[in-house]
């Protein structure tokens, strides 16, 4: 019998593996998608990503390998080994932002499943089947869609939508890094750069800078939502914690795994200490991306730990 | 021969584009462009362009760019059906799904996978080809051996924007604006007076970008605000480097920029025609004294 949902996160290098307990997890994405240079890239190193996915099987955990998120020309050999590596050691799929990746990994994998990471901008049901076409077995649909678009696309197409449900929303990526400007002024040489926690602030508002990448600044946070989303079909789940600590990883993975059991049998009881977790961890607050179709950073739900006024004005959030 | 394409956002800019010697145009239709309803042509203002252009051999482009929602794709795809009737010569899109859906709905549509598609490699090339695309739009910070790979993809038309505004994030991957604000004066729905596509920034429609990645910011290390400064950014122009994106196999030489009054696209799109015509007849292309524009030029004016 299938489990009645899977809670995933993301490990980008072996170090970050082996430091976190990844236990209240099903599953990992393993390899940074944003950069090839950041420190230890799973997804640069073969021989730690044949190990990776050695010691998830090893726990009984499944390991989804991940790809760039907008790769060039020079990028793609890289990906193909990546990719082969992955089929050898037998990783349980593949996750793609970019098509003609998708296009490739088709080409020379097409038995290998291939879930649709959240930069391949899949906004309707349309786009969502021309990669079911290709492979997709999953899907990331773009995080500016509400549960209702999302719904309407897993009608349509039928396949299953994954959800951050927790931790920082991806707004954007480059092709540059910015924060090389920084390496001699701040004597922080590349790759340490990126794993600085470092903020953009305007007046209320924060993302949080990962160099090539740009995340929401506050935290995801749909603790309140999980029986809705359930109820609405919904089964795969991710905590984005790329760029979290262990403690993160492991204390919002425990949250997440009781409340979503919790969900599951039926409760809406939300546990007080649930709540003191989530926002000890959230450095600049909570929102709820785009789900309820209002700006990303608005909070929607009676317990409220991170809405304001003026964000539910902004928003067109009435309550 | 390569094509020069350039944007016009009023039929002034149009006539401006073509007296200075485009061979094709690009323009939104109200409703249905990105960017917002000013730059958008009226049904009878295109039809006034179509009319001018095919009168001097050039072509026709329907910057239909926004990605619909669910339930407005229909209206999206019926409209197309109505361009074509107009006599349109293509459609730019920016959805992989739209690109096969208006492939197998339209077969002799010309159909041009937009900026937003985000094609960087020749991958990406050979996918948007394969859904039905006649041509991809790269981004004007690729290479010239980049783009001359790209260009070995049999059966697609390469466009390179060459004039545009390179961005703190990558056009079509960026959804910063709406993470902070959704457009409060929501526009009337499609189909009501006045009515467009309710997209969010990244689909076009009602979405505004509040060009935040062009205001101040705080630089936050730890806890310690470090500087105060804005996102890079910059205008690029390959005007000084035109023979080498030509040699590399570039089919169209497009601009950027719906937003230029009709007085800044003319001597725009003269420097470039000039550049074209110099390329073509064998000739040294003329050293332009700045490689960037003068700041009045630039979409961004600055």
């Known amino acids: ?319 | 021969m390569p094509v020069l394409l350039v944007p016009a956002g009023s039929r002034a800019a149009a006539q401006a584009a073509l007296d200075a010697g485009a061979d094709a145009i690009y323009v939104g239709l109200k409703g249905f462009s990105r960017g917002g309803s000013r730059n958008e042509l009226t049904a009878p203002e295109l039809q006034d362009v179509l009319v001018a252009a095919h009168a001097q051999g050039r072509h026709v482009q329907a910057a239909l760019n926004t990605i619909p929602r669910q339930a407005e794709r229909r209206d999206l795809v019926e409209k197309v059906g109505e361009l074509i009737g107009w006599g349109i010569d293509g459609v730019i899109v920016n959805d992989a799904g739209l690109v096969a859906e208006l492939r197998s709905r339209y077969p002799r549509l010309g159909i041009t996978a937009s900026i937003g598609c985000v094609v960087m490699n020749e991958a990406d090339v050979a996918f948007y080809r394969d859904l039905g695309a006649d041509a991809v739009v790269l981004p004007g910070t690729l290479t010239p051996d980049e783009i001359a790979a790209f260009a070995q993809v049999p059966g697609v038309v390469i466009e390179v924007m060459v004039h545009m505004v390179d961005e703190f994030i990558l056009l079509g991957r960026c959804w910063m604006p709406s993470y902070y604000q959704m457009n409060q004066a929501l526009p009337a729905p499609l189909g009501s007076s006045g009515g467009r596509l309710l997209g969010s920034v990244k689909r076009g429609g009602a979405g505004v970008c509040f060009k935040i990645c062009e205001q101040p910011w705080e630089l936050y290390r730890g806890v310690r605000c470090v500087v105060t400064r804005l996102l890079p950014s910059r205008q690029i122009s390959a005007i000084n480097h035109l023979a080498d994106l030509l040699n590399a196999g570039v089919d169209v030489i497009k601009l950027q920029g719906r937003s230029l009054a009709p007085d800044l696209v003319a001597p725009l799109v003269r420097r470039y025609r000039l550049a074209i015509d110099a390329w073509m007849a064998g000739e040294p292309l003329p050293a332009f004294a700045e490689s960037c524009l003068e700041p009045s030029w630039t979409v961004m004016r600055r």
């Open chain 1, 1 to 319: 019998m299938a489990p009645a949902f899977e809670l995933n996160t993301t490990i980008s290098n072996l170090r970050d593996l082996t430091e976190s307990d990844l236990s209240p997890y099903d599953a990992i994405y393993l390899g940074n998608i944003t950069c090839r240079l950041y420190e230890g890239n799973l997804l640069e190193h073969l021989d730690d990503l044949r190990e990776a996915i050695a010691i998830l099987k090893g726990q009984g955990q499944k390991a989804y390998v991940s790809t760039y998120t907008t790769p060039r020309n020079n990028d793609l050999p890289q990906i193909q080994k990546v990719v082969a590596a992955a089929v050898e050691a037998g990783a349980d799929a593949v996750e793609v932002h970019n098509l003609g990746v998708l296009k490739i990994v088709h080409e020379a994998h097409p038995d290998l499943a291939v879930h649709i990471g959240g930069f391949a901008n899949v906004y309707t049901d349309v786009g969502a089947a021309v990669l079911k076409r290709y492979g997709a077995v999953r899907i990331t649909p773009n995080y500016e869609l509400s549960l209702e678009e999302i719904g309407e696309i897993q009608r349509e197409v039928g396949l299953p939508m994954e959800l951050l449900v927790h931790g920082k929303m991806p707004l954007g990526i480059s092709d540059d890094c910015w924060l090389l400007e920084y390496e001699q002024t701040w004597g922080v040489p590349c790759p340490a750069l990126c794993r600085q926690e470092l903020f953009l602030k305007q007046g209320d508002w924060a993302m949080k800078s990962i160099g090539k990448g740009v995340l929401s600044g506050k935290d995801v946070c749909l603790l309140e939502h999980l029986r809705r989303l359930m109820t609405g079909g919904h089964a795969c789940f991710r905590v984005e914690a790329a760029s979290e600590s262990p403690a993160y990883r492991l204390e919002i993975g425990r949250v997440y795994r009781e409340a979503l059991e919790a969900a599951l049998s039926g409760s809406d009881g939300l546990k007080g200490q649930w709540w003191d977790t989530i926002r000890h961890h959230a450095r600049i607050g909570l929102c709820n991306g785009f789900y309820f179709g209002t700006s990303g950073m608005a909070y929607h739900g009676v317990q409220s730990p991170g809405a304001d006024a003026a964000e539910a004005q902004r928003s067109g959030v009435g309550q």
